[in-house]
């Protein structure tokens, strides 16, 4: 064991691997639009009180990070990512 400090790490976030910091993000918004938490929840409301520009963004960030979530997950798994039908 080596602490943060030993390893020239001063902060926790420097030890996360990236998929660990994408899914953080998503919990950090999920948390200010007031969702369920975990990414498998869906989207929830906009929050009372909350301008719609805001959620919007917040919406839309939420969306990029858990598509780079399931591309990320895809690619460790050697996977091609699932494509939408037409029709």
């Not at 996360?16 to 975990?38: C, E, N, T």
């Not at 909350?50 to 919007?56: L, R």
């Not at 780079?68 to 939408?84: D, E, H, S, V, W």
């Amino acid at each position: 064991y080596v602490c943060r400090q030993c390893i020239g790490a001063n902060y926790a976030t420097q030890l996360m691997q990236p998929i660990d910091k994408l899914f953080s993000k998503v919990a950090k918004i999920r948390h200010r639009l007031q969702w369920q938490q975990g990414i498998a929840n869906g989207h929830g409301s906009r929050p009372k009180g909350m301008h719609y520009k805001t959620y919007f963004k917040l919406v839309w960030e939420h969306d990029k990070l858990v598509n780079a979530i399931c591309g990320a997950t895809y690619k460790r798994l050697g996977k091609a990512p699932p494509t939408q039908l037409k029709g």
